[in-house]
């Protein structure tokens, strides 16, 4: 049953206190009826677990209730802030408390969103705007190198550095909040069409790096992290409607264990870094919408992992009432036909709606303006650099900052992964003749706004044709999505997308590289077989793979582009492939052919694409990306996991159920468990130098001993306080998770010729079986670290362990239990080839 069906919740004020002396009286007068039912409800959660065990089999999943919501109170470093904030909150009226939760229609600036504000009090509102990848639809912003782009760097420190300068560039614009980090989706299925805005299809990676880009981010401005949770997929992410029934959004129907160790998993390691909001998603999460699941909200962030922020809704995500306040949304956007007439206000006069919990709502607003600084003097107007019309005339405001150039070409550099370097073709040493083929080398023929409506400042879905355009303006799926775009892929499409003040392209940069070495350039970037004069080199033929929200992909490569890498590989014998891919892209139809020599995933670089792959190429640094997803050898080999649940497959097609029932076994997990082999696995990726791996060392502390136990917070209906009643809880629930349990070193040397970064990768094999032999428990990544060595030099690399790291989510004991057994460590090159294997025993 959907939450929003559920009337008595919804119309009971959710007072405090009950008439629990009669109650315990009447308990004790009826033990032969009470004593069996309190059996039983213990019995339940272990029913539960049996359940589980067959629930792949059912049809239907429900969410459960948890109310009332947990207020916030100032756990950590927030109490400061929720001082303030009660004594300015309990100044406002319930009326501006009610518009304080709301978007309001403002067309003075270019924010994606307005909230209401409170002008006497002093609050302005917040400007919340897009996104993850760099300040979207504007002039003087910079593009940084995308979610996926940064998880291929392997780099936690280039991520923060990221995170600082790109949130800078929002606080100039003027905007409070930025749209971003993504770490859902994490990439359940390969053609999903937002996963490149994540950083991996891997919690653990999509968790270190998304916490490193909360913290940077937050220097500046308020980071919402989204889509919470289990946002997996694009079609049918919104209803649509039909002609006699609406189509409801797809729902993510999942097991408490699989949310716990895969999709929540990076959300409370960005919660713990202390993100300031988190955004709901578009799915339905078993069976009831992400925006009014107080199973989630309430229960698991507010709740497990003590939020004390606020819960924005995804644009237009909101699809009740009092229901989705209770469950714990604080804030609609971009307006809200729910809220917008004082309705909430109403309801508390009414008696329809606790006051409590409007109260909540605008004092998790007001409390996470003033943690961020935001209240003070200094803090930009709203929305100061962000004009509504570009083509209207405005102030520039040139939100880029010149100390941010190294970062950025360093960002894009890092993410270029090398799959395939035969005879080390790669580096180019001064070629005399080069030809350079593909539509993606050389940029888009238009990048400005186009002044007719609609999309006027959407750069990003400059390929597509202006049906497709009006189905995203109408949110209805789009008919035949592009698989390419033309010009150089720097972004991908949608709200993750942005506008820089330049594109280098490929052949600019290696064009400038011409003048240097004197080398004869010929190109063609139109034909599908273009003519390759005989004398070259080297033939680089530039292509992509595009991907943008609204829809998922509808292959994972493209028989044009393949065609033209095979066409030209039929006659030059050094053809090396650059491919920019917002996503999985596979290579097999061509990369046996042994005249393809080279091959690097260019993946979505942002603005210096061109400048960062010829530094590739000509080797003035050695590739150092690593493959943060997995490239298997044919589409079938992700089997369910390729494509998106389709509405035609369910039983009741207006309610389309997609049935996680892998469990965690997502990427490499579902190749590990399925034994196949990948094209190119996990964590995969060459450079121009060698690497061996010694001195497997592994320090466990007696804190990781067997059964030791990290019990969750868990919040039941009745009280409110729970938190501050409970120890060690603070910004992402039990600070213990995150305590030490020890960690595991080695060795690594350069025995190549240059110098050259290594990403060492630590995978641990957890001893318990998952909930069934179809599911078994695979090795996980649980640690990793960059670091250059110089030719001829070695050094230790630690990979710290956190409890969290060797824990399992127990269902029956709601909480993170070290199992008892033998672990295996696995340290190495990417997830199949670690040269160092060890064990521990708890
Ligand atoms: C919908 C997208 O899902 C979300 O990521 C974005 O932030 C909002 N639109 C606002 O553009």
Redesign the pocket.
Known sequence: MDEKDDISHESTPLVKGSPRGKFWHWCKTHKLIVIPVVVMILLLPLLGLLALNKQHARADYTSPIIYPSPQGYGAGNWTDAYTKAHAMVSEMTLEEMNNITLGVVDGSTGC??VSGSVPRLGFPGFC????GNGV?NTDGVNAYASGLHVGATWNTSLAYERAVFMGAEFKRKGVNVA??P?VGPIGRIAEGG?NW?AFAADPYLDGILGAQSVRGLQQSVIA?V??FVA?EQETN?NPIAGEDNTTQSTSANLDDQTMHELYLWPFQDLMYAGAGCV?C??NRINNTYACENSKTMNGILKGELNFQGFVVS????QHSGLSSANAGLDMA??TSGYWDKNQLANAVNSGDFNKTRLVDMATRIIATWHQFGQNETGFPALGVGMPPDLLAPHNYTDAKDPAARSSLLQQAIEGHVLVKNSNNSLPLNRPKVLSIFGYDAISQSMYNPDGTGLFKQDWEVLSLNSQQGMDIGSNAPVENPPQTAQGVLYVGG???SNTPAYISAPYDAIQARAYDDGTAIFSDFTSNEPAIVASSDACLVFINEYAS?VWDRPGLADSKSDNLVSHVASTCNNTVVVIHNAGIRLVDAWIENPNVTAVIFGHLPGQDAGRAVAQILYGDVSPSGRLPYTVAKQASDYGKLQSACQAKDSKDPTSPQCNFDEGVNVDYRNFLAQKIRPRYEFGYGLTYTTFDYSNLNIKINATASANNTVLAPVYTNGTTDQNSKTDGVSNGGLQSLFDSVGSIQATIANTGKVAAAEVSQLYIQIPASYLNAKNPRTQVLRGFQKVTIQPGDSTTVTFPLRFKDVAIWDVVRQAWVIPVGEFKVFVGKSVLDTPLEGTFST
């Open positions: 994606v969103g919340l705007h897009d996104a979207r749209l971003g993504v937002r805005e919402s989204k889509h946002y992410r955004m998603s578009y995804d644009w237009a995500g956007m971009p949608g709200s993750g929200e």
